[in-house]
């Protein structure tokens, strides 16, 4: 089945140790996203690529930052993990072509949770 | 910025009965998009239904429906014959037309479907 794959599920980094996540995609879809969801609280968006082109929101910590080396993969790395970055990342894809007037749903991955020691 | 308010943080149903959760949105625009996704417990986010603004019928999907009242920018979801199943966060999402499908989630409701 086409689906997100985000690994590992469960990702355990100390402090100050920088963390790489990985979010792949077999729907082919030219939009990725990277999400952060707190305990209780609802994702918040922290950069997606349309194709190529990459989107930082404006209030995303410098310390996060993120590649996506083709149409499959992209990553979510955190250079310098906080205690407060322990979090739910969730990559999801969309298809967003131009002239498309309605828009497609966005597919999420199961997440990973990231803990920080 | 546009903002989304869901104000029930918690709700519980009876299997069987008809639960409805609520959602309210500010912004400026007059087309739009709006969106409930489910969340069930260590599972992924899944779409349950979209509602286009320029539309004035209700969108529904088999036991899903809203009510969408755009004056009022409220967009509630009504499950009705509620399964155990349906248990899960439901967040209510908005998203503007055009650009990059960017959504707006609200803070979600926790949903339990009891026995």
């Known amino acids: 089945d086409a689906m997100v794959i985000q690994n590992p599920r469960y990702q355990v980094t100390q402090f100050g140790k920088p963390v790489t996540l990985s979010c792949s995609q077999t729907l082919n879809h030219n939009v990725m996203y990277w999400y952060q969801q707190k305990s209780s609280q609802a994702p918040k968006l922290l950069f997606h690529y349309y194709d190529k082109d990459f989107n930082n929101e404006a209030d995303t910590p410098d310390n996060f930052q993120s590649r996506r080396p083709n149409t499959s993969f992209c990553f979510l790395d955190i250079r310098s993990p906080g205690l407060g970055d322990a979090a739910m990342y969730l990559c999801?894809?969309?298809?967003?072509?131009?002239?498309?007037?309605?828009?497609?749903?966005?597919?999420f991955g199961p997440g990973t949770r990231l803990t920080v020691t | 910025a546009q903002t989304v308010t869901q104000s029930q943080p918690e709700m519980s149903v009876q299997e069987a009965e008809t639960v409805t959760l609520s959602c309210t949105y500010d912004t400026s625009e007059n087309n739009y998009y709006l969106f409930w996704y489910k969340q069930p417990p260590s599972r992924q986010m899944i779409l349950v239904i979209r509602q286009e603004a320029y539309k004035q019928q209700n969108a529904t999907e088999n036991r899903f429906s809203v009510n969408f009242q755009k004056a009022a920018k409220s967009f509630s979801l009504k499950i009705s014959d509620s399964q155990l199943g349906d248990t899960a966060m439901y967040f209510c999402a908005f998203m503007s037309q055009g650009g990059s499908e960017k959504l707006v989630f609200g803070k979600g409701t926790k949903l339990t479907v009891n026995p």
């Open positions: 999801a894809t969309s298809s967003l072509r131009p002239g498309t007037i309605l828009p497609y749903e966005q597919y």
